[in-house]
Structures are given as structure tokens and as C-alpha cells.
């Protein structure tokens, strides 16, 4: 395992969307072609799957140095109420473009740190949201929250509003970890807010863990590990710590790059781990994750229903996703558009009717067929260019590619098929990279993606 470890351990994306947002063509998109690229999925899908909404809310009381995200810290709450009228005023933009009331399949909000927000003000914004909208009958909404701000009043508002799953940042139980990435919750934070929505009535509790963060053993593995376990979440996220001190206002500079495992401690860990979550009887799915055989995520899986976007897994698909809040994405299907970063200048754009996005994508022939491809191995775990639709000019150049990771053992091919093998899971990136022609076709000028292991 070390020698492909050191053999595929390589910069490259995690594939939320393709084309990755380095190889967005910029220079043709505009906010013409981006309305008319939602107008389409929305009448094409809008009745048959409904659409999916993500909020951004960027507010956080204190900087995580771990993460990557679009954040403002800050401790002026009177900041909550102007955030959420900007959001609904760009939620009116949108409805704007349709020639019907959209249907809310699906509805997340992330951060950020989205119980910065009081109960109060996300009352008013999901009551705001939903005003212009129909729900799905089937609809599922989350939130993501923090085990040291989320209180039973949150988890009841948000209850009472139709929320059913709730994902609580973790990342380890380490006091020297916490420490070095910023992040101080006790045990008991996480144990009560957990209780707490099982008690209320929440289908589905996630524990977001992660492993390679600096100062990180193989015991403090063992014993997030054994944790988590007392308090069996529905659901697991088990991630890869993305070193990415090179993007901007991220925060990883609270520690030095030697106080990071090396690949192999990092691979180490994370195989410990997930032979505790299977003997537990979790199931791994896709890229990352973990579910119980009960939860909602690994019923998707094995009927092949799950999907991933910018939201991450979920466990239905809709064809369009719209991102609101600063440094949002959306997806309609057939292109991508990312909002402005800055809250001033998003909330300007939105006061004046102008949907703020700032940069995105037209997806031409080729980017779909070959994100299709993507979309499969990332949630399925295998895909064929057996029917016509699936194949492309440049197959040949891919399986070439994949040639050295058949030799490796980490995918077989059969009759136009291609499946990731048990061996290939760690290296799932790689064998979407052997997709990625825009990749193959113009290397990165900078570093732009954290390591694949």
C-alpha cells in the first residue's frame, strides 16, 4: 500500500463538479447565458424532481485554522438580519426567471457557521424561502451545525420548519488538536446536541470527522474513533484534511507544514478508522462516507440514486441547484455560476436586482458527457460508455490513463465498463482524474488542489 501511496499521492481535485472551477471557461460565460441555462433546467426538471437550494451563511464567531472556507468572523450578530434580506432578495431574482412557483426538493444550509444565526432570524429566512415556493412531497433539508453554539431552540425552529438531518462538525477529540486547528468543543458539546436532536425528532445525525490534521496519531484516531461510536451517528463524513494554505483568508496557517502526518501516517489513520466504522456496521459510500445501513444515504447508494454536488452527497439528484448567499455556487446542469466573495459587494449586486455572480461555466457536449462519467464513479462506483450518449472523441487517451491503475489493481474493465475495485476506493480521485481532459490537455499554472492521499 505505501508504494501506491507515494505512486498516485499527487495534486488533484475532489470533483464536485466538472469541469473543476480552475478550468472554467470565464472569458464566454455571461450572465445572459446563465439565466437562459436555468430557465431551460428549470422547465425541464422544476415539475418531475423539483430543485434544490443551498444557503451560504458565512458568519463565524472565531477562525478555524482547518478550514477552507468562504467565512467572516466576526462577533456583531446585528449583522444577521441585512445578511438575510440580501439572501431573499436574491431568492426573488430567481423566482423572477420562472414561469412558475419552483418546488424545494432539497434545502441545505452551510457556512460559515450557520447557528451563528439566532433561531429567530432562520425562522425568517426559511419562512421567507418558502413563501415564494411549493415543497416537495419527498423534500429534505438540512443544516450544518456547531456542537458549541446549537441549541435546542435551533434545533426545534428548524424542526418545526421541516428539517430532518443535521451534520455537527467534529474533526477529532484531540485537546492538542483542537488546539492547533482552533476548533476547542469538549465531548460533551457533541454528546448533548446529538441527544438533543434524536430527543426532537431528527431521522438523520452526522458527525463530520477528519483525519491528517497537524499534531494527529494513530491514538487519536483510536480514540475519536471509540467516541463517535458511544454516540453512533446515522451518518459519517470522514474526511481528508485539504492543505490549502495558498487560498486566500483560509486561515491554515495556525501550524507548520512538519507538524502534518505524512502520507502514509495519513493513510494509516484513515484504514483504522474505517475498519472500526465497518466492524460497527457502517457502510462505506462513495468518496468519504460512512452510513448506517438505516439512514436514507445508503438506501440511495444501493439503489443508485445517490448524487453529488457543490452540497456534497445527497440522496436524490435534481437538475438545479441554486446557491445564494456570498461565494455561493450554483449548477444548473448545463452550467455553473459562483456569486461574488464579498459580503458588501454581494449584498450591493442584489439591493440593485442584479444576480450577483461574478464567474462560471457553459457546459459544451463533451463537459457533460464526461461529468456524467465523473458523477458515476464518484457515486456509484463504476461507469460505461456501453450506449452512445457516453462515449467521446478522447476514450482511448483515458483508458490509457487507467492502463497503470489496472496493472495496480484499483479499477477493472469489462464489456465498456469500467468499476473501481475495494483496492481503488483510497484512489477514487485519480481514476476521475484519468476523465479529467481539461487536466490532461493544460496542467495547472499554480497549485491549485490539495494532495489526492
Known sequence: ???????????????????????????????????????????????????????????????????????????????????????????QLYCDLFPSKPKIKELHLGGGTPTFFSPEHLGMLIKGLFRKAELDENCEFSFEGHPNNTTREHLQTLY??????????????????QKAISRIQPYENVKKVTEWSREIGYTSVGHDLIFGLPHQRIEDIEETMARTLELLPDRLAFYSYAHVPWMKGNGQRGFRDEDLPSPEAKRMQ???????????????????????QTDGLYKSFTEKRMHRNFMGYTASKTQLMIGLGA??????????????????????????GIIPIYRGHILNREDLVIRRHILNLMCRLETSWEEDSMKFDELDLVLDHLEEMKLDGLVDTKNATLRVTEAGRPFIRNV???FDLLLHRKAPEKRVFSMTI
Open 1 to 91: 500500500m505505501n508504494n501506491l501511496i507515494q505512486k498516485y499521492n499527487v495534486q488533484g481535485p475532489r470533483y464536485t463538479s466538472y469541469p473543476t472551477v480552475p478550468y472554467w471557461d470565464v472569458n464566454t460565460f455571461s450572465g445572459k447565458a446563465w439565466k437562459e441555462s436555468v430557465k431551460r433546467s428549470f422547465e425541464e426538471s422544476n415539475e418531475k424532481e423539483g430543485i434544490s437550494l443551498y444557503i451560504h451563511l458565512p458568519y463565524c464567531e472565531s477562525m478555524c485554522t482547518f478550514c477552507g472556507c468562504h467565512k467572516r468572523i466576526t462577533k456583531r450578530h446585528e449583522v444577521e438580519i441585512p445578511y438575510i434580506k440580501s439572501i431573499l432578495r436574491e431568492w
Open 160 to 177: 418545526d420548519l421541516g428539517f430532518r438531518r443535521v451534520s455537527y462538525g467534529v474533526q477529532d477529540y484531540s485537546v492538542k488538536v
Open 270 to 292: 484513515y484504514e483504522y478508522g474505517k475498519k472500526r466504522l465497518t466492524e460497527a456496521g457502517y457502510f462505506e459510500i462513495g468518496m468519504d462516507h460512512f452510513s448506517l
Open 327 to 352: 461565494s455561493s455556487i450554483s449548477d444548473s446542469w448545463y452550467g455553473f455560476a459562483q456569486n461574488v466573495k464579498s459580503i458588501e459587494e454581494y449584498q450591493h449586486l442584489v439591493e440593485n
Open 432 to 434: 476521475c482524474m484519468a
